[in-house]
């Protein structure tokens, strides 16, 4: 069965810089969807970045576009984020999360993944999350 499990996080002035990392394990298929989420106490869940792994193509929600940088080790199936130049709106318990379904693999077959979106829930496996405090 799918597992994640993040670390990487921790507290980081505002203006520094943090890179967070999800071991993925388990998947049986080769073209999924991983994705980056965070979530701030009362608040929903929001989508920040995602990635398809055939090709490691990437999409990004305007508050982490130009600061974030989503990445995958294909040779450790490790997903990382790269978080600069954070501010403490950034603060959040970050989850990894993934997708092998229909949907996430006709979207990054064919280049949609904007279609796709960054809704958490198109997600159907999640980590146990981690937090990020930026003061």
């Known amino acids: 069965h799918v597992q994640l499990v993040e670390s990487g996080g921790g507290s980081v002035q505002a203006g520094g810089s943090l890179t967070l990392s999800c071991a993925a394990s388990?998947?049986?298929?080769?073209?999924?969807?991983l994705g980056w989420i965070r979530q701030v106490p009362g608040k929903e869940r929001e989508g920040v970045a995602l990635?398809?792994?055939?090709?490691?193509?990437?999409y990004y929600s305007n508050s982490a576009k130009g600061r974030f940088t989503i990445s995958l080790d294909s040779g450790t199936n490790i997903l990382y984020l790269q978080m600069n130049d954070v501010n403490p709106e950034d603060t959040a318990m970050y989850y990894c999360?993934?997708?092998?379904?229909?949907?996430?693999?006709?979207?990054?077959?064919?280049?949609?993944?904007?279609?796709?979106?960054?809704?958490?829930?198109?997600?159907?496996?999640w980590g146990q999350g981690i937090q990020v405090t930026v003061s």
């Open positions: 388990g998947y049986t298929y080769s073209g999924y969807c």
């Open positions: 990635l398809w792994t055939p090709d490691h193509s990437t």
């Open positions: 999360a993934s997708d092998m379904g229909a949907r996430c693999y006709y979207a990054g077959n064919r280049g949609l993944l904007p279609s796709y979106g960054l809704a958490p829930g198109n997600f159907d496996s």
